[in-house]
């Protein structure tokens, strides 16, 4: 799954692709790298992000789903809301990405009244403080725990389970220790009977684990999408489309035998 946010403010490629015409240009260049998915994100949910306006979301994403609407692969929608989540949809999204697993309020019966896909995310607290001193007492029963019960919400809004994939939320109200404890026990996520998506691209612990800026962290990013693959993830949301297959490539090649 390739990463096209259309804002002024995420972490890591904030602002590059505002203006409708770059954002287009860099979806058709993942697609060209093999993306299998593009990811469109009209609101910054890293930590500390300011709020934007359902409009101001809607106003960034509903062009470039518009020209995307052609594209050979499943078009994603990262947001949050129920009415971008709908109109979304109707600009012909195929799957819409929660980093709030489905709990604002519509976003269920939005998700419900079509037959797109869904990733529900976890995420403990809000994006402005969720990163001050989150704590767990066993930090992958807790987020499994919370993802069953969102599959169990969708399921019963009429959500397919076949329509579902989870993701355990790396960066979302975790540290580095949290993260790498839910890296190393991905493959417990798996018997929720759903996908599983991770995302580790460029994320902050990566930075603590390196020592490097956001703009360096092209290898830890492979490094951490090709493990997670490894630990059972079926789905990598990446922003590096083309250098993390040449690293499944690998991967898979050593398997084939
Ligand atoms: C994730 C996400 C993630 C899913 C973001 C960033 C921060 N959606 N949206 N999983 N992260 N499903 O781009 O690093 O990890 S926004």
């Known amino acids: ?6 804002t002024p403010d995420s972490f890591s490629d904030g602002g590059q692709y505002l203006d409708p015409a770059a954002a287009l240009a860099h979806a058709r260049q993942l697609l060209a ?34 020209a995307l609407r052609d594209a050979p ?10 009415r971008v989540m709908r109109e979304a949809l109707l600009a012909g999204a195929s799957m819409i990405n929660d980093v709030e697993a489905l709990e604002s309020p519509g976003a269920l019966d939005a998700v419900a009244a079509s037959d ?37 919400a969708a399921e019963q809004a009429g959500i397919a389970r076949d329509r579902i ?12 220790a949290h993260n790498l404890d839910l890296l190393r026990r991905l ?11 991770a995302g580790w691209s460029r994320k902050s612990t990566l930075g603590v684990i390196t020592g490097k800026p956001v703009a360096e962290r092209l290898a830890a990013s492979v490094a951490a999408s090709l493990l997670a693959a490894q630990h059972g ?18 991967w898979q090649a050593l398997r084939a035998r």
Do not use: W
């Open 165 to 176: 994939v989870i993701d355990p939320g790396f960066g979302f109200g975790k540290t580095p």
């Open 233 to 250: 993830a079926h789905i990598l949301r990446v922003h590096d489309v083309a250098e993390t297959k040449d690293a499944l490539a690998v």
């Open 33 to 66: 790298e093999g993306a299998d998915v593009i990811d469109i994100g009209g609101e910054s949910t890293r930590p500390g992000a300011a709020p934007v306006s359902e409009d101001a979301e809607l106003a960034r994403i509903l062009p470039l789903l518009e």
């Open 116 to 152: 797109c896909a869904i990733c529900l995310m976890h995420k403990k607290g809000d994006p402005a403080t969720m990163q001050r001193d989150p704590q767990y007492a066993d930090v992958v029963a807790e987020v499994k725990e919370y993802l069953a019960a969102r599959i169990a």
């Open 1 to 6: 799954m390739g990463v096209v946010n259309v």
């Open 187 to 197: 493959d417990e996520f798996r018997s929720l009977g759903v996908a599983v998506a």
């Open 73 to 82: 692969v499943p078009i994603s929608v990262d947001t949050r809301r129920a």
